[in-house]
């Protein structure tokens, strides 16, 4: 781990909103793991850890992230006011925000696409992954949120079940950098959005993106498999499935589309 100013590779030094305190690195073992040990240190809410590269990068469900030089590994940390069953929101409201990043890189920007809870896609492969990590205080709330958000900017891994793109993959020109600036600057509005008005914009702007609706869907939980007919969100995030039983509301788990297996 290096200290946390730009050095080698991080020469270019990203232009942010004073929102940010920006905390670069060359390497690290994982963006959130370096964001956790900040946090608990006291750091700053819109504190956001950079690096090039990470070595331990982690996903969701204990999965490694493949972190090679050249893609977006940062850590947003904040400390909002609220329940963590509400700030479990601000994965779609980072979903948003990297889906303008990517739309902004790509040639055809409506090819890309978010996919519940937290993946956006183009061409129904995925293209950046999200990992939010919480503790809380006494009460029931928050006392830090960590967002990692993953953006395969030049490679992707070589994944059959979960099929994943680039962005150079996808024809675009985009660097790293200038994926981070545009993701900082869109979690920003709609981060303020969600605190101004609330989730309801957010679900909106949300499913306005979203990939599957109205389509039959597997869900994939740690003991059980379920399908249905993706029927959109409820007003707290979670995810509405019509099964044959009946409307099923799902708050966790992997979503599986026949399109994008
Ligand atoms: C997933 O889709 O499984 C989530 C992937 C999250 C990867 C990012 S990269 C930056 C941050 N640091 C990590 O170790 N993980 C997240």
Redesign the pocket.
């Known amino acids: 781990m290096t200290a946390s100013q730009p050095s080698g590779a991080q020469m270019i030094v990203p232009r942010l909103s004073s929102f940010y305190e920006l905390r670069s690195y060359d390497t690290l073992d994982?963006?959130?793991?370096e964001a956790r040990r900040l946090a608990e240190d006291g750091a700053a809410s819109g504190t956001l850890v950079w690096s090039v590269m990470?070595d331990e990068?982690?996903?969701?469900r204990g999965?490694a992230?493949s972190?090679p030089a050249g893609n977006l590994?940062?850590?947003l940390i904040l400390r909002p006011d609220c329940e963590p069953y509400t700030a479990a929101q601000l994965s779609l409201v980072a979903a948003l925000a990297i889906h303008q990043a990517v739309a902004t890189a790509l040639p055809t920007p409506e090819r890309a696409l978010v996919k519940w809870p937290?993946?956006i896609l183009i061409g129904g492969r995925k293209v950046a992954?999200?990992?939010l990590e919480s503790r809380l205080q006494t009460g029931n709330k928050l006392d830090w949120l960590i967002i990692?958000?993953?953006i395969n900017v030049v490679t992707c891994p070589d994944d059959q079940e979960r099929p994943a793109t680039s962005l150079h993959d996808e024809d675009s020109g985009a660097d790293v950098v200038k994926v981070l600036e545009d993701y900082a600057s869109a979690f920003e509005h709609f981060y303020q959005l969600w605190l101004a008005e609330g989730f309801s914009p957010v679900r909106r702007a949300w499913l306005d993106k979203a990939h599957g609706v109205g389509e039959e869907i597997e869900v994939r939980l740690e003991n059980e498999t379920f399908s249905g007919v993706f029927d959109g969100l409820d007003e707290d995030g979670a995810l509405r499935l019509q099964t044959s039983d009946g409307l099923r509301l799902v708050t966790s788990g992997d979503v599986f589309l026949p399109s994008s297996n």
């Open positions: 994982s963006t959130n793991e990470q990068g982690r996903g969701r999965r992230w972190s590994y940062a850590s937290n993946d992954g999200i990992l990692g958000s993953g």
